[in-house]
Structures are given as structure tokens and as C-alpha cells.
């Protein structure tokens, strides 16, 4: 059983809106939250991290967790043609460093 | 600061050959991480190494790969022998706080 779920998209924007990426993970366990995005070709590089509920916002993503209803999502604003990528939602547990990741979403933003 | 290094950046092998993945990672962090990515797939973990102790290997395939952090700082890790399934890409991760990846190395078996 997937331990985090991503939609696969494409979640296709255009360029100036807001993208929204969803996920979920099954296991209450989960004590840390990770965003990140990886190019064609290349590998993750984080984004944006999160431990707490509610929203944390750097520069144009904002991360939210909802550990209730075990749910984090990232937010876009003013999304460019340079934020088209595969966006990596990751967890990790109490005691277990390593993360478990999704199969990611692929936004594509729209000129 | 330098990031994670790996090498080589691609390797072409045909299958029952033995190959080798070379890992750097941030001056520091005592971390290290070996996942591998199949295409269209989220990283998966193969093993953890705190400093030269591997903690967590539960998902590597112990019959053909195998791994080692000598010092506990630089890591390799093997397969011997490839088989076609195992054409993916091998993510090498350190970590302070959080975790930053290499280049990876993309393994085609033929």
C-alpha cells in the first residue's frame, strides 16, 4: 500500500496563476513534511519543509499540513513557465530519517 | 558550499555485470542515503547510513547489491550481477536537518 498519494497529473496553469499540488499519506505517524521539485533529467531539490499545522510561506510557495485529515499541499502563486516540473511530495516518521516519497506531480504552466 | 558528488553520471552495462556507484556527500552531515528512482516513481529507499553504521537497509536487495561507508564519509554502492530491472536512477542524499541530493547516476542494463 502507497504510504503518500500524488494526483500525476499534468496539472496544467497558466503562466500568473495560482498552482495548486495536493497530498495525502496514510500513516499518523508522520512527523515531517517535504516539497520537492525535480526537473526532467535532473534530481530533487527541496523546496520547502514543514512540521506544524497551518501554512508556512517562502517567497511564492506556500506549504499547508493539515495533520487531521493527513493532507499537505503546496501553493504556487504568480506561477512562471520555470516552475513547470515534477513537484515530490515526501514524509518522514518518528524514529525513521529517511522519507518516503510520492510519484509526484507534473505541473506544466502555461506560457 | 559543495554539494553532494556523485559518479559517473551514466553507466551503460549489459546484464550479469557488476557495477559500482561513488558517493561525496556535504562536508558534515553524518547522513547518507542511497535511493533508487524508477521513471515516473518517486525516489525509494535502498539503505541509511549513519556515519559508517548502515541503520536502516531493510529495502536493499541483499542477494545482488551491496554497500559501504568506509570512514563514514565517502559510500559505494554495488550491484553484482545487474539484471534489466535494475535500470533506474541511483540517488545519493546527505542530511543535516534535511535532505539534499546528488546528480544521481542513470544505470542502463542491456
Known amino acids: 500500500q502507497k504510504e503518500v498519494e500524488q494526483n500525476s497529473g499534468p496539472l496544467s496553469v497558466p503562466e500568473g496563476a495560482i498552482a495548486s499540488l495536493n497530498c495525502t499519506y496514510s500513516d499518523r505517524g508522520s512527523q515531517s513534511f517535504f516539497w520537492y521539485r525535480q526537473y526532467s533529467g535532473k534530481s530533487p531539490e527541496l523546496i520547502m519543509f514543514i512540521y506544524s499545522n497551518g501554512d508556512k510561506e517562502d517567497g511564492r510557495f506556500t506549504a499547508q499540513l493539515n495533520k487531521a485529515s493527513q493532507y499537505v499541499s503546496l501553493l504556487i502563486r504568480d506561477s512562471q513557465p520555470s516552475d513547470s516540473a515534477t513537484y515530490l511530495c515526501?514524509?518522514?516518521?518518528?524514529?525513521?530519517?529517511?522519507?518516503?516519497f510520492g510519484s509526484g506531480t507534473r505541473l506544466q504552466v502555461q506560457p | 558550499e559543495a554539494g553532494v558528488v556523485q559518479s559517473p553520471r551514466y553507466k551503460i552495462i549489459e546484464k550479469k555485470q557488476p557495477v559500482a556507484f561513488w558517493c561525496n556527500p556535504i562536508?558534515?552531515?553524518?547522513?547518507l542515503y542511497w535511493y533508487r528512482q524508477n521513471l515516473g516513481q518517486g525516489p525509494e529507499l535502498l539503505i541509511r547510513?549513519?556515519?559508517?553504521?548502515?541503520?536502516?537497509d531493510s529495502q536493499l536487495p541483499k542477494d545482488r547489491f551491496s554497500a559501504e561507508r568506509l570512514k563514514g564519509v565517502d559510500s559505494t554502492l554495488k550491484i553484482q550481477p545487474a539484471e534489466l530491472g535494475d535500470s533506474a536512477v541511483y540517488l545519493c542524499a546527505s542530511s543535516g536537518e534535511t535532505q539534499y541530493f546528488g546528480p544521481g547516476t542513470r544505470l542502463l542494463v542491456l
Open positions: 547510513y549513519e556515519n559508517e553504521e548502515a541503520v536502516d
Open positions: 515526501a514524509v518522514s516518521y518518528t524514529g525513521r530519517r529517511a522519507l518516503t
Open positions: 562536508s558534515g552531515h553524518n547522513t
